[in-house]
Structure formats: C-alpha cells, structure tokens
C-alpha cells in the first residue's frame, strides 16, 4: 500500500483535527499532511495498519467511529514497533461526502497522559 498523502487527505475535511500524540494536536488539512508525512518518516515509511473490530454510531450529519487499529512499523534505528489501539474518529456528512473531523488513534488512552499528568 504506496503511502499517497495528497489522497489520504481527501478523506479530511478542510477544518479538520488530528491528535499526533497526547498533548499536541493540529488542525487543517495542510498541517495533517505534514504530520502524516513525518510520522511516516520517523518510522522509515514502514508503517502498516491493519483494522480490527469497527463501531459505528451515526447521529445526523455526524458520525462517530470507534476501531480497533493494529500499527506494525520499524523506526530509522531498526526497532520493531506493533502498538495496538482503539482508535477514536469523527466523521462529518459534507456535501454527500463522509468526511474526517476528528482523527484520534489514541483513543479514551488520551485520558490517561491527563491523569498521569
């Protein structure tokens, strides 16, 4: 799966919000590119993610999507990483469109940086 990032973010709306880890998140279509873009660099463009059990629950225009994600990568040093999350997305209904609002691979884990904190 080739990584194409100008095609990844027409899967974002305009005004979009990802968390990149606890306690730094960035908003606009422009500055989730440049996350995913050295993300994918800090881990040698190695990342592969694969979806587990998915939740959907829709409300209107706006729907929420709880996923079990699994990420297996391998940084530029060598070290093997599997992480396994249950993400957190929001998705908005635009113009016959389901696009991301919320992107949140950490999931409710937000919460315990915040406690720990």
């Given at each position: 799966?080739?990584?194409?990032?100008?095609?990844?973010?027409?899967?974002?709306?305009?005004?979009?919000?990802?968390?990149?880890?606890?306690?730094?998140?960035?908003?606009?279509?422009?500055?989730?590119?440049?996350?995913?873009?050295?993300?994918?660099?800090?881990?040698?463009?190695?990342?592969?993610?694969?979806?587990?059990?998915?939740?959907?629950?829709?409300?209107?225009?706006v729907a929420?999507?709880?996923?079990?994600?699994?990420l297996q990568?391998?940084?530029?040093?060598?070290?093997?990483?599997?992480?396994?999350?249950?993400?957190?997305?929001?998705?908005?209904?635009?113009?016959?469109?389901?696009?991301?609002?919320?992107?949140?691979?950490?999931?409710?884990?937000?919460?315990?940086?915040?406690?720990?904190?």
């Amino acid at each position: 799966t080739a990584e194409d990032f100008d095609e990844l973010m027409k899967f974002y709306a305009d005004d979009a919000s990802l968390v990149v880890k606890p306690g730094l998140t960035v908003s606009g279509k422009e500055s989730i590119r440049r996350a995913f873009v050295a993300i994918a660099d800090h881990f040698n463009n190695s990342i592969v993610v694969t979806q587990g059990e998915i939740q959907v629950i829709q409300g209107g225009d706006v729907a929420l999507v709880i996923m079990e994600t699994l990420l297996q990568a391998t940084d530029k040093d060598g070290v093997k990483t599997e992480i396994s999350r249950r993400a957190t997305y929001v998705f908005r209904q635009i113009s016959e469109k389901w696009l991301c609002v919320v992107d949140n691979s950490y999931g409710t884990s937000l919460l315990d940086s915040v406690v720990g904190s």
